[in-house]
């Protein structure tokens, strides 16, 4: 192998930070520097006690020297200007340089990684910007009682969003960098367990990062509740006194679906769950839904189901435990199970719910 | 002893698991703003489109964040947790109430004042959760201990 010279490496050196300061102004061009002076914080995400850094803006930018990480990820906070000003930093060997915009974005450069994540929030910084400035118009639309007008306006905010999430999961599957894989993590509840197999793969020369660990950690609790696994049993305390059995349950597809009063993503799912059962529960269907409600909300769980008027089955975790054995760190998740006890399919919500309920039942 | 060291393998494991992938940072401190008187700062700092609710949403619907703190001889709370943050409000058609939120992040502001001249902490626990448009985290509590000067 050639070895550089040394005027080679500091000709390189020079055309790396010539490229990364055009970037910079790349950014202050497109989008007007904030002229922030003043410290911003680092959270470092590495496991232990909470670890940070800082580092100090003149006129809205910020020059990082990051040589004891190699490949973490961290959080970049400027909380003294704006608290939504968060994101993420690439802690790899380098200069890393940081500017702050007029609509109080964050932009980072200067390092392989952190010019990869610069690449993904040219597209998607500004949709997370138009979302919020399109929800603020809903608020103010609703509280003028101009509801279809804010509903429109809410239409184009889902529409904004898919790409936003489309664009992310895109990046996290398809680039194999430390880049991706923090959006891995960040995405960690969209992938199968299938899919965190392939990400596994791709990333495996990460292995010795944290990243990397914590996909690890979720394949791993997620292999207990895979596709043709036999789920975890319980038997629960039903709402109408007595108890339930998942193993009692001989459905030809079963749905346990765990969600808690407090819960709004879960709650919003109900009314989709009403209608499938509806249709489908003389042809086959039961809906188990598991309660994480603690027990001092046994009243706020009891009231939900009433409120969200709920047929199906519906079982209280109110010790913990299935929450434990099915691996639930966030809900609402859905585990879909055979008449064999079985899992045929899981985390399906709303319209990707009922294809599959109604494919599988047409058989 | 292999057992042992194995548990706290494991336990360092599902630690740092975990950890990585919390959407949500505390940090705590004390700042001195007169004679006697000081600002305690309970800061969260929430990653992108996750919301942390205020103490001042209703509570039928998300969790409101809340503080616990221990009784201390030597310091008198003075007045209640303020919020300094951008709040925002959103009618949830699902709780059929309007949630008081935050996001990017917060600071818990108590104000205390310490009656005698020593070096003392202020203790006690936190409750929040946080959810974004998909999913929900569980309530979580979590303990701080803040020295003060």
Redesign the interface.
Known sequence: MKRFTPAAVTLLLCIIAIQSFGQNEKVIKKYGVLPYNGMARI?I????P?T?DSVYFKNGVGIYQQDKYNGE?G?L?I?DV?????HYLILEKGTITITATKDSLIFVTGTPNNDALFTLDEEIEPL?MKMKTLGREV?KL?AAGENEKADKIQDEILAA?KIWWDRQTQFATSNGNMAGLNYV??L??RFSTTDLKKILDNYKSFADR??Y??V???YEAELKTDVGITPPAFTLASDKGGMISLTDIKKKLTIVDFW?S???????ENPNLIALYNRWKDKGLEIVSVS?D?VADKQ?WLDAIQEDKLTWLQAWDEKGTS?KDYGI????RTFLVDEAGKIVAKDLRGAELNKFVETYLSK | MKKIIGLLLFLFLLHSGMHAQSPVNWSFSAQKTGAGLYEIHLTATVDEDWHLYSQTSPSGGALPTSFTFSKNPLLILQGNVKEKGKLISKYEKVFGMELKYFEGGVTFVQTVKLKAKAKTALSGSLEYMVCNDEQCLPPKTMSFTIPIQ
């Open positions: 959270l995400k590495v496991p232990g909470p940070y990820i959080w906070y909380t704006d608290r939504n000003m968060v997370r608020m609703r969003s993590n960040k960690m509840s944290n990243a660990r914590s690890k950690n979720r808690a407090w819960c709004k993503p879960c709650r919003a994480i603690k706020k929450n760190t966030a809900i609402p």
